[in-house]
T-cell receptor, first 115, second 112 residues
Framework: DTEVTQTPKHLVMGMTNKKSLKCEQHMGHRAMYWYKQKAKKPPELMFVYSYEKLSINESVPSRFSPECPNSSLLNLHLHALQPEDSALYLC??????????????FGPGTRLTVL | AQSVAQPEDQVNVAEGNPLTVKCTYSVSGNPYLFWYVQYPNRGLQFLLKYITGDNLVKGSYGFEAEFNKSQTSFHLKKPSALVSDSALYFCAVRLYTDKLIFGTGTRLQVFP
C-alpha cells in the first residue's frame, strides 16, 4: 500500500459542530503532517508528528486539535470553526522523522466548508 | 529568512513545445529542493528533488530540473509538453526542522 488516504472527501459543518478528519498510511512512515490549503494558494503547514509525538505546531488556533493514536493514523478534531476555516485540508507522510530528506506523500485532501 | 519564489503565476505553452517553470530560493546552508504537482481538487504529487550531487535531476513523467547554485535557481523543465501536464506546480525548500516551505505556485496551461 503506497498511498495516504483521507476521510471524508467532503465535509460541511456549522460553527457549533464538532467533527474529525482522518488520515491513514500503511507505508511505515514515521512523520505525518496536516496542511491547510486555500484556493490557488500553496499549502500551509499546521502540525507535524514525528514518531507519534507532536513536533511542530505552527501556532494553529485551539479549535483545531490534532491526534496521532498510532504510527499509521492521524486525526484532526474540529470544534467551533469559523467560515474562514473553509479550505482543503491535506495530510502527508514521510519515511523519517525530523530532518529526514525524503519527499512527503500527500493524501487527496478533505474539502471542508464551514457555514 | 528562508524562502522560495515562483515569479510566474501562469505559464502557457503549446503541446509538443519545451516548457520551463521557474523557481528561485533563498536559504542559509545547503538547500533541499522539491517540485510537486497538483491536479484540480487533488493532493500534491511528488515530481523530483535535489539533495546533493548532479545538478540535473530527473523525475516523474519526463520532468527534470536543473539546480544552479550561483543563480539560486531550481527550474523545472520538460522537453515536450503534453496537454495532460496542465496543472498547478509548486516548488518547495525543506528546512532542517522538517518543514517544507512552498512557493506560491505556477499554473501551467498546455494548449493542443
Amino acid at each position: 500500500d503506497t498511498e495516504v488516504t483521507q476521510t471524508p472527501k467532503h465535509l460541511v459543518m456549522g460553527m457549533t459542530n464538532k467533527k474529525s478528519l482522518k488520515c491513514e498510511q500503511h507505508m511505515g512512515h514515521r512523520a505525518m503532517y496536516w496542511y491547510k490549503q486555500k484556493a490557488k494558494k500553496p499549502p500551509e503547514l499546521m502540525f507535524v508528528y514525528s514518531y507519534e509525538k507532536l513536533s511542530i505546531n505552527e501556532s494553529v488556533p485551539s479549535r483545531f486539535s490534532p491526534e496521532c493514536p498510532n504510527s499509521s493514523l492521524l486525526n484532526l478534531h474540529l470544534h467551533a470553526l469559523q467560515p474562514e476555516d473553509s479550505a482543503l485540508y491535506l495530510c502527508a507522510s514521510s519515511p523519517e522523522g525530523l530532518a529526514g530528506l525524503n519527499e512527503q506523500f500527500f493524501g487527496p485532501g478533505t474539502r471542508l466548508t464551514v457555514l | 529568512a528562508q524562502s522560495v519564489a515562483q515569479p510566474e503565476d501562469q505559464v502557457n505553452v503549446a503541446e509538443g513545445n519545451p516548457l520551463t517553470v521557474k523557481c528561485t530560493y533563498s536559504v542559509s546552508g545547503n538547500p533541499y529542493l522539491f517540485w510537486y504537482v497538483q491536479y484540480p481538487n487533488r493532493g500534491l504529487q511528488f515530481l523530483l528533488k535535489y539533495i546533493t550531487g548532479d545538478n540535473l535531476v530527473k523525475g516523474s513523467y519526463g520532468f527534470e530540473a536543473e539546480f544552479n547554485k550561483s543563480q539560486t535557481s531550481f527550474h523545472l523543465k520538460k522537453p515536450s509538453a503534453l496537454v495532460s501536464d496542465s496543472a498547478l506546480y509548486f516548488c518547495a525548500v525543506r528546512l532542517y526542522t522538517d518543514k517544507l516551505i512552498f512557493g506560491t505556485g505556477t499554473r501551467l496551461q498546455v494548449f493542443p
